[in-house]
């Protein structure tokens, strides 16, 4: 990737030319991706500068498989640069030119591309503009014809008309690896679709042509798509039968080769067997001349050693002695070893045992101490939430002593403004509302006054209960007071060692803050770093504005020129017509042929069944010569066994005949028994 980054910049700067920002960009997005084999230059307006620079870089690219430079509008100038620049290419197998509206220039570029490169499989041309040149399209058709490489290609909305559709024919009769072909939406007609029927007589690889929307008669379709689904079954059973034979020689050529293997490994253990016997039958007679020296030589040796035996005994009863003597002193040394390794492990066990009851008895203390201290802090809290209960509970029956105070007045506001009401409606009930009204006030004077004592009474309670609560805690307080004095002191040895635990770790954190704020500023610096950029992204964002503008005008210029081009297709379909109507009546009389073609084709479905009947007979006569060599093989294994039979038991016979020459030679009496 660097590589064709550095070569474009050089190229450019050598040309004079600004590096295009969407070919940089594009480099840049395909180096982040990694393993991205595909240049997409889609949509990009390419000048011929740089189409001419793209073209000499990758006529010796060897990283990009698929180039992408659809929709760009490319000048005939820059397309013939960068087709020219391609044609010398070895890695690019996908290119993709939809939309550019090529014309001549451009297809006759097409047609050097498609002599001389060798390595692309698919080719896409769909809206351009190929077929209005005819002289040029056959440039194009003609390299069409030799190249062997191409396996797709899409000439969808080329405006190609019968004329063209010939060409193609006869580029098609020429080609021996194009696959599949789509010819959409073009102008082919009726004479064009039988001159590509005629074509798939003679091309039997093509296997997908798409001829929708182009005037073509629905037979023709049919008698197409019929040719095309006997290429594939053709392609098919040859396939099979390539992949059947394939998988048979294979086999066979495995067969023969483990025979061969199982051969001659068989004829190298005879040969090994044959070496053993001769090896053996040698050793066998030199081992019997050295056993017999070896003999004489022990017998001289055993006599020697007897003298020494003699020798050693008595120097033996004097080494007994002494190594009595020194066995009793070792002895009694590791008696004396052992006393005092005793006496020390009990020493040492008595003050492992003493520390670990002081260990045992601190630690109960300090359990002690601070669960005493935790109960007391728990008891503590537990008044001073009693203390508060009460509090809120007084608190509460005062509020309730206020409403219901107030309850009282407003009942005493009403009774009153409802007496006052009656006065008004009527003076003969008078009495009877003054009696009334007394009786509720009395009643209500009594309510008030009965729940006034009452809550008198709970709150004398209360206090009292409260002023209990306050002598226990002075108590408790009194009894925590003289804890914590003892807690305190104990404590304060472990407040030393924690301020040192804590004075480690603020020097830690120390260091962690130091860190931090050099990682402060590095962040700082990176963010004024960021801005920069998303200015410098702000700047190129308004250049890109203004070009988007620009290919906006150019869009609208496209569009006027597409609408006088409908206008002048408008005319050319008049025309058509005209031509159409001259062509019936060809057609009138080519219809009386087709019978006779209608015969031909049936005679060839004949020739066909018979074709297929003949391949079918060939290959049951390969499966038979298949059967034939296997027994082959069957008889030839037979044979193999026999052999290694035969030299089995010739190598008994040796071995038998050896063995009874060594008994009754003067050696066998030497020899020892088995």
């Not at 056993?291 to 050693?312: D, F």
């Not at 062509?583 to 479905?605: M, N, V």
Request: net charge neutral.
């Amino acid at each position: 990737m660097e590589d064709f980054r550095r070569t474009y910049l050089r190229l450019c700067k050598e040309s004079g030319l600004e590096p295009h920002e969407s070919v940089l960009n594009q480099l840049h997005d395909v180096r982040a991706a990694g393993d991205s084999t595909r240049l997409d230059l889609a949509t990009q307006s390419l000048s011929v500068d740089t189409c001419a620079v793209l073209g000499r870089v990758l006529s010796n690219d060897v990283l990009f498989t698929e180039v992408v430079l659809s929709d760009c509008m490319l000048s005939e100038e820059g397309v013939k640069l960068l087709l020219h620049g391609l044609c010398s290419n070895t890695t690019v197998k996908v290119l993709d030119l939809k939309g550019n509206n090529m014309r001549a220039v451009g297809s006759e570029a097409l047609g050097k591309l498609l002599r001389q490169n060798k390595s692309i499989r698919r080719l896409t041309l769909e809206w351009n503009a190929l077929g209005m040149w005819g002289e040029a399209f056959s440039i194009f058709c003609e390299g069409l014809g030799s190249n062997e490489a191409l396996k797709q290609l899409d000439l969808r909305n080329n405006q190609i008309n019968h004329q063209g559709a010939g060409e193609l024919a006869m580029a098609l009769k020429r080609n021996t690896t194009l696959q599949e072909l789509d010819l959409r939406w073009n102008n082919i007609g009726l004479l064009g679709g039988r001159a590509l029927l005629e074509s798939l007589q003679q091309n039997r690889m093509l296997l997908q042509l798409e001829m929708a929307g182009n005037n073509v008669p629905s037979d023709t379709l049919k008698a197409v798509e019929q040719s095309i689904d006997h290429n594939s079954d053709r392609k098919s059973t040859l396939k099979e039968s390539r992949s059947k034979t394939q998988v048979l020689s294979k086999e066979i050529q495995s067969l023969r080769e483990e025979k061969g293997k199982q051969f001659l490994n068989m004829m190298e253990t005879i040969d090994k067997q044959r070496e053993d016997l001769g090896r053996s039958s040698r050793m066998s007679a030199v081992r019997v001349g050295q056993l017999q020296e070896a003999l004489n030589e022990r017998k001289s040796a055993v006599n020697s050693l007897k003298a020494k035996l003699q020798m050693t005994e008595a120097a033996l009863a004097l080494s007994e002695q002494k190594s009595h003597d020194l066995g009793e002193l070792l002895s009694r040394v590791k008696l004396e070893k052992s006393e005092l390794k005793e006496r020390q492990s009990r020493e040492m066990n008595k003050e492992q045992e003493e520390a670990v009851i002081r260990e045992g008895k601190l630690i109960r203390e300090l359990h002690i101490s601070t669960e005493k201290t935790l109960h007391l802090k728990s008891k503590v809290d537990e008044l001073e939430r009693r203390c508060k209960a009460q509090q809120d509970h007084i608190f509460d029956l005062k509020q309730e002593l206020t409403n219901s105070t107030a309850e009282l007045k407003l009942r005493l506001a009403q009774a009153e403004e409802r007496l006052e009401a009656e006065k008004k409606r009527s003076k003969q009930t008078l009495d009877d509302a003054e009696n009334l009204r007394q009786k509720e006030v009395d009643q209500l004077n009594r309510h008030r006054e009965e729940s006034e004592r009452s809550l008198q009474d709970r709150v004398q309670k209360l206090e009292g209960i409260r002023i209990q609560l306050e002598e226990e805690l002075s108590r408790v307080r009194a009894l925590s007071v003289t804890e914590r004095a003892q807690a305190e002191e104990e404590l304060v040895k472990v407040r030393n060692q924690v301020r040192l635990e804590e004075q480690q770790r603020v020097s830690h954190l120390e260091e962690k803050l130091r860190l931090l704020t050099q990682s402060r500023d590095e962040s700082q610096i990176h963010c004024t770093q960021q801005k920069q950029t998303v200015s410098e992204l702000q700047a190129k964002n308004n250049h890109l504005a203004l070009e988007m503008e620009g290919l906006k005008r150019r869009i609208e210029e496209l569009q006027q020129e597409l609408g006088g081009k409908e206008q002048e297709k408008v005319a050319e379909v008049n025309k058509v017509r005209v031509e159409l109507q001259e062509q019936i009546g060809h057609l009138q009389a080519e219809r009386a042929t087709q019978g006779g073609l209608k015969e031909k084709i049936a005679a060839l479905e004949r020739e066909m069944k018979v074709q297929t009947s003949n391949h079918r007979e060939a290959l049951l006569d390969k499966e038979s010569e298949i059967a034939s060599l296997l027994e082959k093989l069957r008889l030839k294994d037979g044979e193999i066994m026999r052999t290694r039979e035969d030299e089995a038991q010739r190598a008994n016979f040796l071995q038998k005949a050896i063995l009874t020459y060594v008994q009754g030679s003067p050696l066998g009496s030497y020899s020892p028994k088995k």
